[in-house]
């Protein structure tokens, strides 16, 4: 009987450097690469297991002392669409979402520079280069798309692009990589519109979840996560599913 060989990735672990979401914490990732010709179906196993991706890196947080970061995702199915929810759809009626290659153009640095000088300048991210960015966008095995959100036909500024999402497409949900907007059109919640025009998507492409990335309890940056519910957290016992209490 033969048994069939897999390559299995090799996990690394990081030295520790300080936490960008809780001061005076210190934070280390595991993390592995993304190659071969399974990469695909592994970014989708890593993702179920709590795993991010950054180009052909898969992590996860393995702090000591700390579990603060739970990995999130949204079971589309079951998604409470609010009125607030309805309200941010209602107020960009006037934007189309396009799904195009994951392929970094001028426009899209330009949009992204603007967002982070504006938004995240003392970030991780500040030092991004046209190059650096290219790399972020282009530099995967995954299934990866971005999705623009014009102004639509008829609009006096019609065909700006406002805002952007890097996402994959797991074999189970579709998983949201980084996103930014025109900061001058924040009136918009177009943060918000890239969440609910993902649940949407994911509906249509008949997949379950759409992983929102960690939320990091006790960090302000990632208290937005929680607004999408119902939600599921991951859980050294597993997935599990939360609502905000009463």
Known sequence: MSIERRNFPQFFITAPTPCPYLPGKFERKVFTHLVGQDSRHLNTQLS????????NIAYRPACDHCQACSSTRVPVASFDWTKSFKRVM??????VATSVRAQATSEHYSLFRGYIDTRHSEGGMADMSVLDFAAMV???????????FRFAAGHPQEG????????????DGLSLIYSFFEPSYSYRSLGTLVVLD?????QRL????????????GSQKMEYKSKFMPQERLSPDGWYLYRNPA
Request: with cysteine; aromatic share 10%; proline share 2%.
């Open 160 to 171: 700006e692009l406002i805002c952007a999402v890097l996402m994959d497409i797991l074999g």
């Open 206 to 217: 008949g997949l379950p979840y759409v992983y929102l990335g960690y939320f990091v309890q």
């Open 90 to 95: 209602k107020r960009n009626r006037d934007v």
């Open 138 to 148: 282009d530099d995967t095995t995954a299934d990866s798309r971005l999705v623009e």
């Open 48 to 55: 179920q297991g709590g795993f991010r991706r950054s180009q």
């Open 198 to 202: 993902s649940i949407m998507r994911a």
